[in-house]
């Protein structure tokens, strides 16, 4: 399949990815347990979104150099299209997160290292089902035609099922995992096992972190045959993913405390998902333009956010003053 993407590039996107990583371990928490501020995580939100905007205007000035003015146009709006996607669908993680950090009742100065492990397992898993889907993709075309209907279907489930909650109790990987494997009467700090009288005990953060990586392998399941509605190129399909991944830790924290104010979003999320099924079904009769679907789906995430703040400012207001 046809790519931008030459050998250095890929490299040396590797090594960035992991530089990162390497210092958002050192000061993102570094290796104590802390609560993550809001100003932390603002910041850190801000630093990953400015890079990916770097790596946008970059990618576009390299290529006007080497392959024109053309395809470094198509090729950036391509990732700013495909980051918006995985960016916005992430969000839908973050509720997630919060539903089985609270079912689980984990402190929120142990939240940080699980949802480390979360992104690292994540960046692996994204990595074998891109390559996964763009070899598909490759052999054989007509499959876009089944990822848009796949996502049809997803967004209609998602805008019926916005409002209910998912019973983890009935989750079958977690009954599993308490039949199967010997567990601690309660946490350990932030370790996810530990030996007691002889014997490997796994701590209840390890049930938490089984729920973070299997819920990541869904969203996966989403998010990458939906970028593949404005590109099929291997390196911005990877770019792109990775880039709002190594993001999504930062914005669970700046989220965390007032995700309810966005419930909204949700609705505005299961519209993009249709409107990107949609798209890949008529792709062979109507050409939507990539800057279409930008602004598309930047108008469907405005107005959701905007309906949602609107929709909670009184309750919002009555909190803060106590009423």
């Known amino acids: 399949m046809d790519t931008i993407g030459e050998p250095w590039m890929w490299g040396a996107f590797l090594a960035f990815v992991l ?33 990916a905007l770097l790596f946008a205007l970059g990618l576009w000035a390299y290529l006007s150099e080497s392959a024109g003015r053309a395809v470094a146009d198509a090729k950036a709006l391509e990732f700013l299209a495909g980051y918006l996607i995985e960016k916005s669908l992430s969000v839908d993680n973050v509720f997630v997160f919060l539903l089985i950090f609270g079912h689980f009742a984990v402190p929120s100065e142990w939240q940080r290292r699980v949802l480390l492990y979360g992104v690292l397992g994540a960046i692996a898993l994204r990595a074998l089902m891109i390559l996964a889907g763009v070899w598909l993709v490759g052999q054989f075309s007509w499959i876009l035609y089944l990822f848009g209907v796949f996502l049809l279907i997803t967004g209609m489930r998602m805008l019926v099922a916005a409002e209910k909650e998912p019973d983890l109790d009935k989750n079958p990987l977690l009954r599993w995992a308490k039949k199967v494997l010997p567990f601690s009467d309660g946490f350990r700090g932030e370790r996810f096992s530990v030996v007691e009288n002889g014997v490997r005990l796994f701590t209840p953060l390890f049930l938490v972190l089984l729920l973070i990586e299997a819920s990541d392998v869904v969203f996966a399941v989403d998010s990458i045959p939906a970028i593949f509605a404005v590109t099929t190129d291997p390196f911005i399909v990877f770019t792109s993913n990775i880039f709002a991944i190594m ?23 299961a519209f993009v998902l249709m409107f990107v099924g949609g798209k890949m079904l008529a792709a062979h009769w109507v050409h939507v333009p990539t800057q279409a679907s930008l602004l598309v789906i930047g108008i469907i995430l405005a107005a959701s956010v905007i309906a949602s703040l609107i929709a909670t400012r009184p309750a919002y207001k009555e909190d803060r003053h106590g009423g």
Do not use: N, Q
């Not at 958002?24 to 802390?34: E, N, P, Q, W, Y």
């Not at 609560?35 to 801000?46: L, M, N, P, Q």
């Open 247 to 269: 993001g999504l830790r930062a914005l669970y924290f700046l989220l965390a405390d007032m995700a309810e104010r966005f419930h909204l979003l949700k609705y505005g999320l």
């Open 19 to 51: 530089g990162m990583l390497f210092l958002d371990l050192l000061t993102f928490g570094g290796g104590r347990a802390h609560r993550v501020s809001v100003k932390e995580a603002a910041g850190w939100s801000a630093v990953w979104v400015g890079l």
